[in-house]
């Protein structure tokens, strides 16, 4: 199986930054896409920026010129560090990766999966 654990989240006042980390253990053989989504209160889940095994971005608009999403291969994690941070920006933030696992006959199984979340709240 594949686990994705988040940290970093916290509480922090406005304009100021947080960095979230993910970490994806198990029995992975390769990452490709991977990337952080956020549920604030009352609304839908929305993609907030993704990254490609190559290094290939993308920011949903609202966050661009604020938050960098990075990732170390060699550790299967991804990071996004959050600036200038609103109010708006308060929401769950849940880590997303597309893993190829190998299985024990050699063949290999890819799947999408989900971290548990981790809270970010600014306050004004």
């Known amino acids: 199986q594949v686990q994705l654990v988040e940290s970093g989240g916290g509480l922090v006042q406005a304009g100021g930054s947080l960095r979230l980390s993910c970490a994806a253990s198990?029995?992975?053989?390769?990452?490709?896409?991977m990337g952080w989504y956020r549920r604030a209160p009352g609304k839908q889940r929305e993609l907030v920026a993704a990254i490609t095994s190559g290094g290939t971005t993308t920011y949903t608009d609202s966050v661009k010129g604020r938050f960098t999403i990075s990732r170390d291969n060699a550790k299967n994690t991804v990071y996004l560090q959050m600036n200038s941070l609103k109010p708006e920006d308060t929401a769950v933030y849940y880590c997303n990766a597309d893993c190829r696992r190998e299985l024990e006959d050699g063949t290999y199984y890819g799947s999408n999966y989900w971290g548990q979340g981790t809270q970010v709240t600014v306050s004004s």
């Open positions: 198990g029995s992975i053989f390769s990452i490709n896409r």
